[in-house]
């Protein structure tokens, strides 16, 4: 399961409507990083027949299969702490980050 807060789900939500179209947000993750894998977040215009699909506060939230080992139990979060904004990811499958927060391990 996936899961969003109801800021990550506003963020989205705001893109999607300036975007104009989309079903929502893919969530994934790809080989990259000091610690070995990274989030991927991209709009989703069409719907793969594979995808899992989770909603929160109605944002919907696609996942690959093969992601979906590493995501399983995520939250889904927007924050902005002093200067800085972005997508906070809570995965209870990470042991073990990079110093910069950009890449992870299980």
């Excluded at 963020?11 to 610690?35: A, D, N, P, W, Y």
Aim: charged fraction near 25%.
């Amino acid at each position: 399961m996936i899961t969003l807060t109801e800021k990550a789900a506003n963020h989205i939500q705001s893109f999607l409507t300036k975007r104009g179209k989309g079903e929502g947000i893919r969530l994934g993750v790809k080989t990259s990083g000091c610690s070995g894998m990274a989030y991927t977040l991209e709009f989703v215009d069409e719907i793969q027949p594979e995808d899992l699909i989770f909603e929160g506060f109605g944002v919907k939230v696609f996942v690959d299969p093969k992601s979906h080992v590493y995501l399983d139990g995520t939250e889904l979060d927007y924050a902005k702490e002093g200067l800085q904004e972005g997508f906070k990811f809570k995965n209870p499958n990470v042991k073990d980050e990079c110093g910069c927060g950009e890449s992870f391990h299980v």
